[in-house]
């Protein structure tokens, strides 16, 4: 590899630029799509790789090519800066993703609490619009409040964010459940939420707690077959 | 793909401090391989190393196949597999097969 197309490859991964490094290997030759042009089949092959996140290799007119796809990375947006999202966020970091925490409390979106990440003070409906969740993103909601969890759960219910769990009780999802529903929300897409959040492990502690929903997240990107939890029933008199 | 782009900005960074150094990178994988096809591993001819292309059945071989590497610019498509001499010296107990393709950072 050319340090040209290292340096390219970076700065794709900053701009936050999809592309894929194809490589052929009898001779090493290599190009980065979409950037540099690809006979058809090969840009086909490309794209297929980026949307799937899959590397594999494909032949062509007799030559082997190794389609790498280089996917921005996977963005978490933690609403709450609160004690579980103190443990989240430094575990979820080495997982790949991109951690974005929202909360318009000051006192705890410090920098001194949450290193390495971008902190958003605004209220997280106007933080969530501008961060457009999309395929990629996964959203966990934190705070117990539902005046900053539920505009969150809102925006994030009508983007296609491939995971969304909010923390509470059975009982506090169930009354979620009932102020979603008339924010205009269907069953299907309520039925989205992960809550309780997070794969059950008993979790006690905070870490713990981090540590399940971590766990949940990866089970949903990587689509593993597993039991969910019973959803929350909607309380009778809601 | 974090993990690999991790890689890559390892590499970048050593060859910013005066290092040789080769990308070796899962093309193919068949069976139990322990690293999907995309995996990178960062060498310098100084002996660094940063991620993987295995479990740490191969990364010895690949690494000094990535010696020749460096040495010659010449880029290399190694086999490794049950049924590969080599790969039974070097032990590739899972059973898997996988091809790695080595190229030098310049």
Known sequence: ?238 | MSDSEDVLATAASWRAAGETVALATVVETWGSSPRPAGSRLAVTASGRMAGSVSGGCIEGAVADAAKQTMASGTPQLLDFGISDERAWEVGLACGGKLKVFVEALS
């Not at chain 1, 594999?56 to 800066?81: C, K, M, S």
């Not at chain 1, 106007?126 to 005046?147: F, N």
């Not at chain 1, 992960?194 to 540590?211: F, M, N, Q, S, Y």
Request: glycine content about 6%; some cysteine.
């Open chain 1, 1 to 238: 590899m050319t340090p040209d197309l290292l340096a390219r490859l970076q700065s794709a991964r900053a701009a936050l630029q999809p592309v894929a490094l194809l490589t052929r290997l009898s001779d090493g030759h290599q190009c980065l799509w979409p950037e540099d042009s690809a006979p058809g089949a090969l840009a086909e092959a490309a794209e297929t790789a980026l949307r799937d996140d899959a590397a594999r290799t494909v032949t062509l007119d007799g030559e082997a090519w190794f389609v790498h796809p280089q996917n921005p990375p996977l963005r978490l947006i933690v609403v709450g800066a609160v004690h579980v999202a103190q443990s989240l966020v430094p575990m979820a970091l080495p997982l790949g993703f991109a951690v974005t925490v929202i909360d318009p409390r000051r006192a705890f979106a410090t920098e001194e609490r949450f290193t390495g990440v971008t902190l958003i003070g605004e209220w997280p409906d106007e933080a969530m619009a501008a961060l457009r969740p999309d395929g990629r993103t996964a959203v966990v909601t934190l705070t117990h409040d539902p005046k900053l969890d539920d505009p969150a759960l809102d925006v994030a219910l009508k983007a296609p964010c491939f995971y969304i769990g909010a923390l509470g009780s059975r009982r506090t999802h169930g009354k979620r459940v009932a102020r979603l529903k008339e924010m205009g929300h269907g069953e299907a897409a309520i039925a989205r939420i992960r809550a309780p959040i997070g794969l059950d492990i008993e979790a006690v502690t905070a870490p713990e707690i981090a540590l399940s929903i971590l766990a949940e997240i990866v089970a949903a990107r990587r689509g593993a077959a597993l039991a969910r939890r019973v959803p929350a029933a909607e309380p009778a008199t809601a």
